[in-house]
T-cell receptor, first 114, second 113 residues
C-alpha cells in the first residue's frame, strides 16, 4: 500500500499570502489529522477529519482551516500568513474506527513564510 | 486534562549500551499511549503502542515500553543502542474520548561510536 503523501514538500510564501496544503491518506483510511511542528512549540494538533466532517479541533486561530473530500483526501488552508506560521505541517491518516488507532504520518510540507 | 511529559530533552548513549527514554503521562481515563520516532527529514514512525492489553509492549527495532499505572509512566527502553537509533522520540497520549493526539516535547537521542 502506498503511504501518506503530502504536496508540495516545500513551499515559500510571503506574509499576508494564503497557502493550501494537500494530503492523500492511505487507501481505505477515512480519518485525516493535521499537525504543526516547530522548534519552539513542538508538535501541535490542528484538526482531524473523518468522512468529510471535522471531528476535533486544536487551539489555532481561524486562519487555519481544512476540509476533506469524499475520497478522504484532505486540504489545509492558512490565510493571511504570518512569520510564525513557518513550520513543518504533518498529515496523518488512520482507519478512523477507534480512537486508539495508530496514525500513519506523511513526510510533511515545510512552509517558510518570508 | 491529558498530557505527557518527556523528562529529558537530550539523551546520549554509547553504541551497544542500554537506552532509556522517560515519559510520564497524566490522564483521567485509561490512556492509550504511543511512542513515535522521527529521523531527520523523515516523517514520524510508530515504534509501539499501549491500549490496555499487556503492560509490557514490544515494538519495532528492539524497542519496548512498560506501562506502569502506579507511576503514571511509559518509559521506552532498548537493551543495546545502534547508531541508526539516533533520532527524535515522541511519547503520545490520546485525549480521552477524542481522536486527538497529545505529543510530548520530544527526546533527541544521540548514539556515540
Amino acid at each position: 500500500k502506498a503511504g501518506v503523501t503530502q504536496t508540495p514538500r516545500y513551499l515559500i510564501k510571503t506574509r499576508g499570502q494564503q497557502v493550501t496544503l494537500s494530503c492523500s491518506p492511505i487507501s481505505g483510511h477515512r480519518s485525516v489529522s493535521w499537525y504543526q511542528q516547530t522548534p519552539g512549540q513542538g508538535l501541535q494538533f490542528l484538526f482531524e477529519y473523518f468522512s468529510e466532517t471535522q471531528r476535533n479541533k486544536g487551539n489555532f486561530p481561524g486562519r487555519f482551516s481544512g476540509r476533506q473530500f469524499s475520497n478522504s483526501r484532505s486540504e489545509m488552508n492558512v490565510s493571511t500568513l504570518e512569520l510564525g506560521d513557518s513550520a513543518l505541517y504533518l498529515c496523518a491518516s488512520s482507519p478512523g474506527g477507534e480512537s486508539y488507532n495508530e496514525q500513519f504520518f506523511g513526510p510533511g510540507t515545510r512552509l517558510t513564510v518570508l | 486534562a491529558q498530557s505527557v511529559t518527556q523528562l529529558d530533552s537530550h539523551v546520549s548513549v554509547s553504541e551497544g549500551t542500554p537506552v532509556l527514554l522517560r515519559c510520564n503521562y497524566s490522564s483521567s481515563y485509561s490512556p492509550s499511549l504511543f511512542w513515535y520516532v522521527q529521523h531527520p527529514n523523515k516523517g514520524l514512525q510508530l515504534l509501539l503502542k499501549y491500549t490496555s492489553a499487556a503492560t509490557l509492549v514490544k515494538g519495532i527495532n528492539g524497542f519496548e515500553a512498560e506501562f506502569k499505572k502506579s507511576e503514571t509512566s511509559f518509559h521506552l527502553t532498548k537493551p543495546s543502542a545502534h547508531m541508526s537509533d539516533a533520532a527524535e522520540y515522541f511519547c503520545v497520549v490520546i485525549l480521552g474520548g477524542t481522536y486527538k493526539y497529545i505529543f510530548g516535547t520530544g527526546t533527541r537521542l544521540k548514539v556515540l561510536a
